[in-house]
């Protein structure tokens, strides 16, 4: 069942940027507090960034300074700018909405030259 959709992803060269969306499926229901996750194959499911209802921001360590969360309430939509991209930034992207636990199927992101 699909509940949010990431968009995106692709193949970038180390050095770029990207930057993925997180929107609710028909824009049925509001977006509150929202976690991005990433998974690389044969790793651990990753928290990477959070924004709460109220636009209070945190990240992990690895992308700190680098990724920067954001949201646009008229729009729904919750963004996530990725800058300076690493080849171990490469895994699938994931958004979760925290009260309701909904969740997307994913954008991948392939950090390669």
């Known amino acids: 069942q699909v509940q949010l959709v990431e968009s995106g992803g692709g193949l970038v060269q180390p050095g770029g940027s990207l930057r993925l969306s997180c929107s609710a499926s028909g824009s049925i229901f509001r977006l509150n507090y929202i976690r991005w996750y990433r998974q690389a194959p044969g790793k651990e499911r990753e928290l990477v960034a959070l924004?709460?209802?109220?636009?209070?921001?945190n990240y992990a360590d690895s992308v700190k300074g680098r990724f920067t969360i954001s949201r646009d309430n008229a729009k729904n939509t919750v963004y996530l700018q990725m800058n300076s991209l690493k080849p171990e930034d490469t895994a699938v992207y994931y958004c979760?909405?925290?009260?309701?636990?909904?969740w997307g199927q994913g954008t991948r992101v392939t950090v390669s030259s």
């Open positions: 924004i709460t209802t109220a636009g209070t921001t």
């Open positions: 979760n909405e925290v009260l309701q636990n909904y």
